[in-house]
């Protein structure tokens, strides 16, 4: 198969790229408009990319807003709570209904790399279970990365090391933690001593909710820098959220900066989520609670941006479309300036697929897999600009989702 009439993200002109055997087989310029072949997809001058990466949800969480109660302060913690109640009632097919629901829309938007936390402080791991199957069901939609993620505490809570270990060798992808909500300063640098050792021996990838807090003094993440750096593990390490950075002083900032940038970690921000959850205990002035997602990137570190939420005890928005997510972060960052306008697809698109270590197997180049999308607008800036839809996913060279333009009618 054929995808003609493709524009590329940082080449001028017209290109045909051939797919053959799961894999892409040539990209070739293109003279001019050409008419698509039978069999073949045409672009139409759309901007085709690597499919979209989803870095950071919660499919085990996903569509249970208002079950059975809503979250009416719209607060972290209030969520954690109505979370407890709906989590009492959960079932292993209630569990995969729903994610499966979820990749769904994500495989709608053009997502097909998706990293997921799911909550393992339950001794029965039955969300675990659950995702573990789901990774396999979906496999023709998504890659499905599984974070083991304590949502109540390794150190705070019964059996939580046991329960981190157990989901390891159940077979999750990569290690979470939540340090700032561990009991104690001491228990949230142990735990994450903890969880690099764990993901150390065992080769997986590490995730970890870092300072999701307003709280300046939340400093964990130069304790998980500072592990990634002695560790050599810095690009298989991810920092979640970090939103404690939004309210770090500058000074502390600098030196930490530089610390960050030796240990090569990987940041992910949702800036809905976080907009949404912080600066709840701020009156006026209030703060973002968002990282410093700008600066992060000005300073040459990887940063992108996730969704966190679909219609969760946290968050009740959301429709699995990443584009939404990114227009809100560059405006909540202030990141609209004419360059970073131009590479805004970064953050949805490359650096959430180094965040996933993804390697050979993303991006568009000969010898990679036949994985694209096509989006109805010509580049970057049009595409966060007029919110362009997937036209078009293509997955191992199969079309797995088409988008018929919508019409509108004028009737005189
Ligand atoms: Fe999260």
Same mark, same amino acid.
């Given at each position: 198969?054929?995808?003609?009439?493709?524009?590329?993200?940082?080449?001028?002109?017209?290109?045909?790229?051939?797919?053959?055997?799961?894999?892409?087989?040539?990209?070739?310029?293109?003279?001019?408009?050409? @008419?698509?072949?039978?069999?073949?997809?045409?672009?139409?001058?759309?901007?085709?990319?690597?499919?979209?990466?989803?870095?950071?949800?919660?499919?085990?969480?996903?569509?249970?807003?208002?079950?059975?109660?809503?979250?009416?302060?719209?607060?972290?913690?209030?969520?954690?709570?109505?979370?407890?109640?709906?989590?009492?009632?959960?079932?292993?097919?209630?569990?995969?209904?729903? %994610?499966?629901?979820?990749?769904?829309?994500?495989? +709608?938007?053009?997502?097909?790399?998706?990293?997921?936390?799911?909550?393992?402080? +339950?001794?029965?791991?039955?969300?675990?279970?659950?995702?573990?199957?789901?990774?396999?069901?979906?496999?023709?939609?998504? +890659?499905?990365?599984?974070?083991?993620?304590?949502?109540?505490?390794?150190?705070?809570? =019964?059996?939580?090391?046991?329960?981190?270990?157990?989901?390891?060798?159940?077979?999750?992808?990569?290690?979470?933690?939540?340090?700032?909500?561990?009991?104690?300063?001491?228990?949230?640098?142990?735990?994450?001593?903890?969880?690099?050792?764990?993901?150390?021996?065992?080769?997986?990838?590490?995730?970890?909710?870092?300072?999701?807090?307003?709280?300046?003094?939340?400093?964990?993440?130069?304790?998980?820098?500072?592990?990634?750096?002695?560790?050599?593990?810095?690009?298989?390490?991810?920092?979640?959220?970090?939103?404690?950075?939004?309210?770090?002083?500058?000074?502390?900032?600098?030196?930490?900066?530089?610390?960050?940038?030796?240990?090569?970690?990987?940041?992910?921000?949702? =800036?809905?989520?976080?907009?949404?959850?912080?600066?709840?205990?701020?009156?006026?002035?209030?703060?973002?609670?968002?990282?410093?997602?700008?600066?992060?990137?000005?300073?040459?570190?990887?940063?992108?941006?996730?969704?966190?939420?679909?219609?969760? =005890?946290?968050?009740?928005?959301?429709?699995?479309?990443?584009?939404?997510?990114?227009?809100?972060?560059?405006?909540?960052?202030?990141?609209?300036?004419?360059?970073?306008?131009?590479?805004?697809?970064?953050?949805?698109?490359?650096?959430?697929?180094?965040?996933?270590?993804?390697?050979?197997?993303?991006?568009?180049?000969?010898?990679?897999?036949?994985?694209?999308?096509?989006?109805?607008?010509?580049? +970057?800036?049009?595409? @966060?600009?007029?919110?362009?839809? %997937?036209?078009?996913?293509?997955?191992?060279?199969? @079309?797995?989702?088409?988008?018929?333009?919508?019409?509108?009618?004028?009737?005189?």
């Amino acid at each position: 198969m054929k995808v003609v009439n493709a524009r590329l993200r940082r080449r001028t002109g017209l290109y045909s790229i051939t797919l053959q055997d799961e894999r892409i087989q040539s990209i070739t310029a293109q003279p001019q408009l050409c @008419v698509a072949q039978e069999g073949n997809l045409d672009a139409a001058g759309g901007l085709v990319i690597p499919p979209l990466v989803e870095p950071h949800i919660h499919l085990d969480a996903v569509l249970t807003a208002g079950e059975p109660e809503w979250n009416m302060s719209g607060t972290l913690f209030e969520g954690i709570e109505r979370w407890g109640q709906r989590k009492a009632t959960i079932t292993h097919e209630d569990t995969k209904r729903r %994610a499966l629901t979820a990749i769904g829309l994500l495989r +709608d938007h053009g997502i097909q790399h998706v990293r997921t936390h799911v909550d393992v402080t +339950d001794p029965s791991l039955a969300a675990l279970q659950a995702m573990l199957e789901v990774r396999e069901e979906a496999r023709n939609l998504v +890659d499905l990365q599984i974070v083991a993620f304590p949502q109540e505490g390794i150190e705070s809570f =019964p059996d939580g090391r046991a329960l981190m270990a157990r989901a390891v060798e159940m077979g999750a992808d990569v290690v979470g933690g939540i340090p700032h909500f561990e009991n104690t300063r001491e228990q949230g640098v142990s735990s994450i001593k903890f969880l690099m050792e764990l993901a150390q021996r065992s080769g997986c990838l590490v995730d970890v909710h870092c300072d999701e807090t307003d709280d300046p003094q939340s400093r964990f993440l130069e304790v998980l820098a500072e592990e990634a750096r002695v560790r050599d593990m810095g690009t298989r390490v991810t920092a979640s959220h970090t939103v404690a950075m939004g309210s770090y002083d500058n000074a502390y900032c600098s030196k930490l900066f530089r610390l960050l940038k030796r240990s090569g970690i990987n940041f992910v921000s949702c =800036p809905t989520e976080s907009i949404h959850l912080q600066g709840r205990f701020d009156t006026w002035p209030k703060r973002r609670g968002v990282t410093r997602v700008a600066e992060l990137d000005h300073a040459g570190m990887n940063v992108c941006f996730g969704q966190d939420s679909i219609k969760d =005890p946290w968050y009740p928005l959301g429709n699995g479309n990443i584009l939404r997510v990114l227009e809100a972060g560059l405006h909540i960052c202030h990141m609209m300036g004419y360059e970073d306008l131009q590479r805004s697809l970064d953050f949805v698109t490359d650096n959430s697929a180094r965040t996933l270590s993804l390697g050979d197997n993303y991006g568009l180049e000969p010898g990679r897999p036949a994985n694209l999308v096509i989006l109805d607008a010509e580049d +970057d800036y049009e595409v @966060v600009r007029r919110q362009a839809k %997937a036209r078009a996913s293509v997955r191992l060279g199969r @079309v797995i989702m088409q988008r018929h333009p919508e019409r509108l009618e004028y009737p005189q």
